[in-house]
């Protein structure tokens, strides 16, 4: 049997081979096996648009992850640089008040000098303030120690001129 594609049409040539290829027991099993394949194929379809769509879901979740564990980084550098600044700001708060305690110190004492104590240098260090002076004769010197507004006295040195007793000193007030 001789087909021409040209000038048969369709249905002569489907006409041809429906009888001569196929049986009845064949067409059934082609039909189960095509329905099979087809509902196969729907299944695996339906699955892959199924785990794409789930996959997608996924990174818009870890992508929200990450940006909510940077955003959890930064909030937590903020909270660690508040901190910083509150002890920073604490500690200025203590300078102050340790300097105005410092102040009130240094104050009480110069105020308590009587005339013939004079001071010469003042020198600001870490715990507290040096005040380096000269008195014309050991007596005011020890006036001033007495007195309730004096620190301690760090240091008594020999007399500068012997002529006229002149004394240095150092008195330490602490902060």
């Known amino acids: 049997m001789r087909i ?3 000038h048969d049409g369709p249905p002569e ?3 041809v081979l429906a009888g001569a290829l196929r049986s009845r027991q064949l ?3 082609g039909s189960v096996f095509l329905a099979g394949t087809c509902a196969l194929s729907a299944v695996w379809y339906a699955e892959h648009v199924q785990v794409r769509d789930e996959r997608s ?7 929200r992850v990450e940006r909510g564990n940077i955003e959890a980084a930064r909030v937590r550098a903020e909270i660690r640089s508040l901190e910083n600044l509150r002890k920073l700001d604490g500690r200025v708060r203590q300078i102050k008040r340790s ?3 410092t102040v009130a110190k240094v ?3 110069t105020n308590a000098l009587p005339d013939s104590i004079w001071l010469t240098r003042m ?3 870490e715990t507290g303030v040096s005040l380096e002076g000269r008195s014309a004769s050991l007596g005011a010197l020890g006036t001033l120690l007495a007195s309730d507004s004096a620190a301690a006295l760090v240091s008594v040195h020999a007399p500068v001129d012997a002529s006229r007793k002149i004394v240095d000193f150092t008195i330490r007030v602490d902060g």
């Open 123 to 125: 020198v600001l260090e």
């Open 27 to 29: 067409r059934t099993l």
């Open 107 to 109: 104050s009480r004492v």
């Open 4 to 6: 021409d594609y040209l």
């Open 13 to 15: 040539m489907f006409g």
């Open 57 to 63: 879901a996924l990174q818009k979740l870890q992508l």
């Open 99 to 101: 300097a105005d305690l």
